[in-house]
């Protein structure tokens, strides 16, 4: 299974920027780039996916190597409420009765500066 | 509006005791998932459902079972509680296809004394 490298940790100040990268060196032409973040007390929820091209919605960017190989998540002004645990993850288009479609790694956990 | 529910925010149960954790989605999703979320371990996948009546183990599917009677429902049982099953458990659901997103419940902090 293609697998993904975050650091494990990374701190950003208030209403600055924010690239968070990831490292999915063994990813298959199948695979889509989603990322989620877990807020304190709280499930994990959706911030955006993409499968080449770079992609844009209200929460953020999403920034694709051409290779493919990695990815960045960018905040483009953070707040404190977006200090979260930020998780990228792969999922194919094949095989999409696999328990594999969302498997978690140890995330980045995103601290905001005031 | 809320989308995937999880039965009990918090629940305090006895060693020993079978425990069932209910989750229900109003999505129509065939995919439903079980994760427990410890410090430092991240979320691990204990079981998947594909389908109604359909199941996958995850990562660590020991001491758990699970049951998919109706779509929208995806049940979590613990035949026999341990301490060691103190944790958070999650539940999500998901469409089909790998470019869906998926929907995560709040959460049920499970403490087994």
């Known amino acids: 299974d293609a697998k993904t490298t975050q650091p494990n940790s990374m701190e950003s100040n208030e209403e600055e920027p924010v690239h968070l990268p990831c490292n999915h060196s063994t990813i298959s032409g199948t695979d889509y780039i989603h990322w989620y973040r877990q807020l304190p007390s709280q499930g994990p929820e959706y911030v955006i996916h993409?499968?080449?091209s770079n992609v844009n919605n209200r929460m953020a960017s999403l920034a694709i190597a051409e290779d493919r190989k990695s990815s960045t998540l960018i905040l483009h002004r953070a707040t404190l409420r977006d200090a979260a645990v930020y998780y990228c993850?792969?999922?194919?288009?094949?095989?999409?009765?696999?328990?594999?479609?969302?498997?978690f790694g140890s995330g980045t956990q995103l601290t905001v500066l005031p | 509006d809320v989308k995937v529910t999880q039965s009990s925010r918090y629940l305090v149960k006895r060693t020993g005791e079978k425990v069932f954790l209910e989750c229900v989605q109003d999505?129509?999703?065939?995919?439903m998932f079980w994760y427990r979320q410890d410090p430092g371990l991240g979320l691990r996948l204990i079981y998947f459902s594909y389908d109604v009546k359909m199941k996958e183990k995850g990562d660590i599917p020991e001491g758990y079972s699970v049951s998919r009677e109706k779509k929208e429902r995806f049940s979590l049982i613990l035949e026999s509680a341990s301490t060691n099953q103190t944790s958070m458990y999650l539940c999500?659901?998901?469409?089909?296809?790998?470019?869906?997103?998926?929907?995560f419940g709040q959460g049920t902090r499970l403490t087994v004394v």
């Open positions: 993850i792969l999922t194919s288009k094949i095989s999409s009765g696999s328990a594999r479609q969302l498997t």
């Open positions: 993409g499968l080449t």
């Open positions: 999505m129509d999703h065939e995919n």
């Open positions: 999500a659901s998901r469409q089909r296809g790998g470019n869906t997103e998926a929907f």
